[in-house]
């Protein structure tokens, strides 16, 4: 089961630490992604880390903004989110599978077998 946390309000410019924490399973063992929805837009996906060589992918949107990380011990994946904008604001999902996963499925939605409910990021002043 994941579950995915901190979001909040944030001015523009700001940061916010998003963590995606698992029961039952070590997410050592699982490609994670975070994927976000803004109202009226499809899901996207914003971010990955894979499984089997911790190989990492970003939206150009969030390129050189946005960081994923994992910490083993506490069995959690991390989003760094800085220099936010309005633009980011959308609920964020963090999701999971075991599955081999290739670099370039590591941001589609139909690759992840496991999902947390969002957390919900409002950038606004």
């Known amino acids: 089961q994941l579950q995915a946390s901190g979001g909040g309000l944030v001015q523009p410019g700001g940061s916010l630490r998003l963590s995606c924490a698992a029961s039952?399973?070590?997410?050592?063992?699982?490609?994670i992604g975070w994927f976000r929805q803004a109202p009226g837009k499809e899901r996207e996906g914003v971010s990955c880390r894979r499984r089997s060589d911790g190989h990492t992918a970003y939206a150009n949107s969030v390129k050189g903004r946005f960081t994923i990380s994992r910490d083993n011990t506490k069995n959690t994946v991390y989003l760094q989110m800085n220099s936010l904008s309005p633009e980011d604001t959308a609920l964020y999902f963090c999701?999971?599978?075991?599955?081999?996963?290739?670099?370039?499925?590591?941001?589609?939605?139909?690759?992840?077998?496991?999902w947390g409910q969002g957390t919900q990021v409002t950038v606004s002043s």
């Open positions: 039952g399973g070590s997410l050592s063992d699982y490609t």
């Open positions: 999701a999971a599978t075991r599955r081999g996963i290739i670099v370039s499925e590591c941001r589609r939605e139909r690759s992840y077998d496991y």
